[in-house]
């Protein structure tokens, strides 16, 4: 089901900016029982991003109204939300929009992600190398196209998520999660800086582990090597929303005492 500027329909203008030149951002919500999880994060997550992208106010309030109603009778769903700068401008100006425009679909749950959590999964190093770019770096905007690419090769693999890096080689995400590890008494996950996306789910763990007096949480630059002497690997997105990551290529991963801590606050 999808909705344009809160009205049923599946049809978008070809001359709106998300069309024309990906002008916009997203965000991807799990729903449980009739409710957005997470439903206050989804909408900063949304200010936030259009701020940094200097796009025009949107109605927070009924964007919050429509993103409950969408979610009202589901008992798991997925529900995204996309906002574009709207229709209009010359070129790549946006001097004359006529305001943003909100889409909005809801479809399945993706069930896969109750197997893996108990079996756990396992990564393939990405071939492709995610651009560095500290314009645009943790936000989620519409320009997917290093992400299609990630998945495609890994769609080659028997791996279920990818692990990539920057084109400096230093480790950032998955290719639709989040990276954590642990050595120890210490868990790391890379820094976002220059690319990648801040993840919800990546900021309510660690938040949750900033807390801790016994695990100290620490954003790193580290090359993919990092991960050979880990303990324990996990993945998470707003959906997922924590998987245990069993092996990556040779490397393979048995603890998930992290993983049992974390999953209580993730869920």
Same mark, same amino acid.
């Given at each position: 089901m999808?909705w344009i500027?809160?009205?049923e329909?599946r049809? /978008?203008?070809?001359?709106?900016?998300?069309?024309?030149f990906? +002008?916009?951002?997203? &965000?991807?919500?799990?729903?449980? =029982?009739?409710?957005v999880?997470?439903?206050?994060?989804? @909408?900063?997550?949304?200010?936030?991003? &259009?701020?940094?992208?200097?796009?025009?106010?949107?109605? #927070?309030p009924?964007?919050?109204?429509?993103?409950?109603?969408?979610?009202?009778? %589901?008992?798991? *769903?997925?529900?995204?939300v996309?906002?574009?700068?709207?229709?209009?401008?010359r070129?790549?100006? *946006?001097?004359?929009t006529?305001?943003?425009?909100?889409i909005?679909?809801?479809s399945?749950?993706?069930?896969?992600?109750?197997? #893996?959590?108990i =079996?756990? @999964?396992?990564?393939?190093?990405?071939?492709?190398a995610?651009?560095?770019?500290s314009?645009?770096?943790?936000?989620? %905007?519409? !320009?997917?196209?290093?992400?299609?690419?990630?998945?495609? $090769?890994?769609?080659?693999?028997t *791996?279920?998520?990818?692990? /990539?890096? +920057?084109t400096?080689?230093?480790?950032?995400?998955?290719?639709?999660a !989040?990276?954590?590890?642990?050595?120890?008494?210490? /868990?790391? &996950?890379?820094?976002?800086?220059?690319s990648?996306?801040?993840?919800?789910m990546?900021?309510?763990?660690i938040?949750?582990?900033?807390?801790? #007096?016994?695990?100290?949480?620490?954003e /790193?630059? =580290?090359?993919?090597q990092?991960?050979?002497?880990?303990? =324990?690997?996990? @993945?998470?997105?707003?959906?997922m929303?924590?998987?245990?990551?069993?092996?990556?290529?040779?490397w $393979?991963?048995?603890?998930s005492?992290?993983?049992?801590?974390? &999953?209580?606050?993730?869920?």
């Amino acid at each position: 089901m999808y909705w344009i500027n809160g009205i049923e329909q599946r049809t /978008v203008s070809v001359g709106d900016r998300a069309v024309q030149f990906g +002008d916009g951002c997203f &965000t991807t919500a799990w729903v449980k =029982e009739g409710q957005v999880q997470h439903l206050d994060d989804h @909408i900063a997550r949304l200010q936030n991003a &259009t701020s940094s992208l200097l796009m025009p106010a949107c109605d #927070w309030p009924g964007l919050r109204s429509e993103m409950q109603s969408a979610a009202a009778g %589901h008992d798991e *769903a997925v529900l995204k939300v996309i906002l574009s700068r709207g229709e209009g401008g010359r070129g790549y100006s *946006a001097q004359g929009t006529l305001g943003p425009t909100r889409i909005m679909s809801i479809s399945g749950y993706p069930q896969y992600y109750h197997q #893996w959590r108990i =079996e756990g @999964i396992e990564l393939a190093l990405s071939p492709v190398a995610l651009a560095r770019s500290s314009l645009l770096a943790g936000i989620k %905007h519409l !320009n997917r196209l290093e992400q299609v690419m990630i998945r495609m $090769h890994l769609d080659k693999t028997t *791996a279920q998520e990818a692990l /990539v890096v +920057d084109t400096s080689g230093m480790l950032v995400e998955c290719c639709a999660a !989040n990276l954590f590890w642990r050595k120890g008494h210490q /868990v790391f &996950t890379p820094d976002l800086t220059h690319s990648g996306v801040a993840g919800i789910m990546r900021q309510r763990i660690i938040s949750v582990l900033q807390q801790r #007096w016994d695990l100290s949480i620490e954003e /790193v630059s =580290e090359a993919p090597q990092a991960l050979s002497d880990a303990e =324990e690997v996990i @993945i998470c997105n707003a959906l997922m929303p924590i998987l245990p990551v069993k092996k990556i290529e040779n490397w $393979h991963y048995n603890d998930s005492q992290l993983f049992d801590f974390l &999953t209580p606050y993730c869920l």
